[in-house]
């Protein structure tokens, strides 16, 4: 029998957590098991998985169709180094990939994270951009974004809002607009679309790309903006000879609605960094994917390849279960679950705009947030939906869900009460 009380000593004592000092202020919740929807603790609680696993879960959890894929696997090999070797799995996966994406996106690189997806996107522009003559180190993006926590992402994430300002002066510096006006539904703003037309204008000739979050900007604020903010960067970037960067990894597969969120903006990247829902949340996997001019550029420029190559890269069971989840998009099911999240999620919110401390409320596909006028007392609000059997995990000023796709009307709506109950707790 498992000694929890051992183990979660030890945990608190040596193990870090993400974002978390050590020693842990507190302890973390055990987790014994998972199915469907639903968590459950080691003293046998059950909570609905709010969270989606920090948005990768959408098919819940225990899926039969996706242990099936990892157990099928297993029987054949569980991994081996993609240099110089290659697998099934890998392969039938990046045709599977290409043919969801548009026609201009030709190319597939495997990576372990989306972190990584971000870097090797980087590394993508500099090098292709060398190649074709063009020295420009930099990159442009916006304020209030999120790539994640390895070094080429952190020096594209908001330099002063974001978590990584401890980094300044170690990170490369990059150029940065304002943040795109809030409001998915809003026409394009034309003060900031003259603002960061200047901003290209003034640094195309050190600029290599621009980078960009469609539509949503999670980890950063979990804010949404028009596509036409998208279709402008898109504009500017054939404009100036920049290529276009768009980090999907929070909101590709369906999370706003449409597949990829850039379809909302009816544009194509030049580089698309895709993870996170990738493998439903079994594994981590990520990929980038590049047009075919790119990837010509890189392979006849210095170095005649893209730098890169993680030990891990195409794993073999994360691209099998990859594929099973593409499976399960494929049958169409998520088109009627996000929008019944959504409808769901913006009847069951809306009475939070009436609370005091609520700065706003904001809906999109299967993502629903209240954000506050002040920091979350997110042990006190973690707390108060743990109550209500949910688990969430509020951030800064942001109490959110992203729950998995195949939730049902009844735990939706459980969710949206943990949710509301959060935030009285976080005024109380």
Known sequence: MTDWQALLSFDREHVWHPYAPVPAGQSALPVAGAEGVRLRLADGRRLIDGMSSWWCAIHGYKHPALDAAVEDQLGRFAHVMFGGLT?????????????????????????DSGSVAVEIAIKMCLQAQRARGRPGRRLLTVRGGYHGDTFGAMAICDPVQGMHRLFAG??????????????????LDPAWAAHVQRLVAEHAHELAAIVLEPVVQG???MRFHSPACVALMRR?????????????????FGRTGALF??????????VLCLGKALTGGYLS????????EVASAVSAGEGGALMHGPTFMANPLACSVALASLDLLSDGAWRQQVPAIERGLRDALAPARELPGVADVRVLGAIGVVQMEHEVDVTRATAAAIDRGVWLRPFRDLIYT???????????????????????????
């Not at 996997?285 to 075919?292: E, G, R, V």
């Open 236 to 252: 500017l970037c054939d404009e100036h000879r920049l290529l276009l960067v768009l980090d999907e990894i929070a909101t590709g």
């Open 219 to 221: 980890a950063g604020g």
């Open 261 to 270: 969120a850039y379809q909302h903006a009816g544009v194509t990247p030049d």
């Open 170 to 187: 170690v990170l490369a510096e990059h150029v940065f607009a304002e943040r795109p006006p809030d409001g998915f539904e809003a026409q």
């Open 285 to 292: 996997l990520a990929a980038t994917l590049c047009s075919a």
């Open 87 to 111: 697998h099934e799995p890998a392969v039938t996966l990046a045709q599977r990939l290409l043919d969801l994406a548009p026609p201009r996106l030709r190319h597939v690189f495997f990576a």
């Open 402 to 428: 992203m729950p998995p796709y195949v939730i049902d009307e009844e735990d939706l709506s459980a969710v949206a009460d943990a949710v509301v109950a959060a935030v009285r707790a976080a005024t109380s």
